[in-house]
């Protein structure tokens, strides 16, 4: 895994094997702001990409980019080699491969834990019931909530939901799982036990997006570190590299303000 992004030469478009998602020049308005502006980004199969940088950088509308829960204004993404699809049935197909975890959970609050995590595979990826039930329980007890499966969401911590919600992702056999500040709506307490789960997944080479203020994470999970400020991305380095010995100015003083409280 080497998790290394070729540089591109002039004209030279084709993805390398090992991309998975590959993000082209892209740019993105929300009215009279830029929100982001030229993005360049290719993130390999297994590979760990941490996304931090200041409150309104852009960071989580990247995220969203990936799966079309935003649409961009210019450039290119593709998934595995496909450029992203517009609408309809492709487009549910493509939402099955890019799994996504939320800032806030997302689950359905009618539905047990058992049927949240089954609704997919049975919905989009046709998985007969008990099949979808044995993977589900299977990954319910990988992500440490096996024993509240007949429970609502309601019923459970912050932290429990959360990782019910990475159940449910990892339920469709996504190619890659995009992660929107997982933590940051939780208790501190619940927060370690969340990213203990996500670390495991890195551990076992699931392809992973990550935006995140949790800058432990990022050391010890991340392959690559992409800073990002004002819409653009500032610089991406290996973690002992960024946090040691960042290049830019602008995040020398993001880690400045956060590193020394």
Known sequence: MSGVAKT????????????????????????????????????????????????????????????????????????????????????????????MVFQSFNLFAHKTVLENVMLGQVKVRRTEKKVAEKKARALLDRVGVGSQSDKYPAQLSGGQQQRVAIARALAMDPKVILFDEPTSALDPEMINEVLEVMQQLAR????????????????????????????????????EEFFSNPRSDRAKDFLSKILHH
Do not use: W, Y
Not at 220 to 238: K, T
């Open 8 to 99: 591109k030469g002039p004209g030279d478009t084709v993805p390398a094997a090992g991309d998975l998602v590959v993000l082209n020049g892209v740019n993105k308005h929300f009215g009279a702001l830029h929100v982001l502006q030229d993005i360049d980004l290719t993130i390999a199969r297994g590979e760990v990409v941490v996304v931090i940088g200041p409150s309104g950088s852009g960071k989580s509308t990247l995220c969203r980019t990936i799966n079309r829960l935003e649409t961009i204004d210019s450039g290119s993404i593709s998934i595995d080699g496909k450029p992203l699809p517009q609408e309809g049935k492709e487009l549910a197909r493509l939402r099955a491969d890019v799994g």
């Open 204 to 239: 076992d080479g699931m392809t992973m997006v990550v935006v995140t203020h949790e800058m432990g994470f990022a050391r010890s999970a991340a392959n690559r570190v992409v800073f990002m400020a004002d819409g653009r991305i500032v610089e991406e380095a290996q973690p």
